[in-house]
């Protein structure tokens, strides 16, 4: 091995042909989702009117391990995968440490974000059975970008609801999606039943992710013979899609000749954290590895650190189905943070239960932290990255600042899940002094998690 090589690439015949999927191999099997009416466990069939069908069979597949990756996503994959695993030499030295520090670098894809390893699948599985149109939410955009581009290479009508908040502090994102063809609207808007009932209980409200995919599946449910939902984080399949990152890194880090103790990867509903960290968890619980596994959080949208493990919906608005996960409450309005894709109340049904079980660990990190964080970052390896992704690196910064007060040479890998060129507005509030830090009330968390009981 070359000690000094920087970035570490996988030819195309290298890129994976299969997704893994953890369900399979986790001692205690997720909790069913329920029908919110009548309360009992849902089967593939009960998801269909809403999800597509192969998606719908992928979220509660607990028997297979691995789901081959269709021949035409895969080469749709091609356009830029594998994406890069890079070594941290200049945040090592910016930081004095010994630790070996390594990215999965995400933000090379051409919508800038890791969120199109998932879009890819969904808007082909979509297309496939017939579907004409899709709808769904984004925070910051990313994911609504990722799907946008895919619906457009597959032929397919995009309806995006975009959180108000990140419509009016990230217009770029807006554009390109527009640029790909899709019809974006600010989330809570009056176009759904959802989004009038949250403006007249609250005009001013800004959104969140809950209300923009509450008049998302509004939306799909008009017409579900012709529309489906789909998805960005939270739900079982997009973790699925997602593990192509960590099944390149398992590689790519052989290549380097080291295996990490460390992995980290930022949190929103889990989508990022799954898919860098399930492939290398396996070998945690089917041969005793040790590797920890670390979730960053927002300081102020804690439900990993500060929420409760119990069934709720997705949703502000009760649409969706009662899922078992770590939640703030469904009602819980996140403050107005600059990494909009984090702001979501709950955590997925996979993440939930393997943090219930110990096999993974969460940090919370206040907002100026994380963009000191992110300068750093960007000043010593160049690349500016997403308010989301330097949750990730303020984490890693912490990891690697222990091993120089310990001396240990840790290897520690996180997910660059994407470029923040389109957020710098962000940093300029930043640079300028007006970024402020938020936590939770936790009187609001009580309050909100207090009604939980109510729907069960």
Known sequence: ?????????????????????????MVNKPLPPLNPKTKKPMKPED????????????????????????????????????????RAYGLEKALGTPAHIYFKNESVSPVGSHKLNSALPQAYYCKKQGVTNVTTETGAGQWGCALSYSAKVFGLEAAVYQVKISYNQKPYRRLVMQTYGAQVTPSPSMSTRAGKDILTHDPNNQGSLGTAISEAVELAMTTPEKCKYTLGSVMSHVSLHQTIIGLEAEKQMEMAGEYPDIVIGCFGGG????????????????????????????????????????????????????LPMFTLGHNFMPANIHAGGLRYHGAGVIVSQLLKDGYMEAEDIRQTEMFKAGILFSRAEGIIPAPESCHAIASAIRHANI??????????????????LMDMSAYDQYLSGSIQDFEVNEEDVKRNIDALEKIL
């Not at 989508?271 to 920890?292: C, D, Q, V, W, Y």
């Not at 091993?403 to 923040?420: A, P, R, Y």
């Open 403 to 420: 091993c120089k007060e310990t001396g240990e040479e840790k290897v520690i890998l996180f997910n660059l899940t994407g470029h923040g």
């Open 1 to 25: 091995m070359n000690m000094q090589q920087k970035r570490f690439f996988l030819s195309e015949n290298e890129i994976p042909t299969q997704w893994y999927n953890i369900q399979a191999d």
């Open 271 to 322: 989508s990022n954290f799954a898919g860098i960290s399930f492939p290398f968890m396996r070998h945690n619980i089917l041969e005793g590895k040790k590797t920890r596994f670390i979730a960053a959080e927002p300081a102020s949208c804690p439900k990993l650190t500060h929420g409760v493990f119990q069934y709720d919906f997705g949703d502000v608005a009760g649409y969706t189905p009662l």
């Open 47 to 86: 998801l269909f009117p809403l999800f597509s069908e192969e998606a719908s069979r992928q979220e509660l597949d607990q028997e297979h391990a691995w789901i081959d990756i269709p021949e035409e996503v895969r080469d749709l994959y091609k356009n830029y995968r594998s994406t890069p695993l890079v």
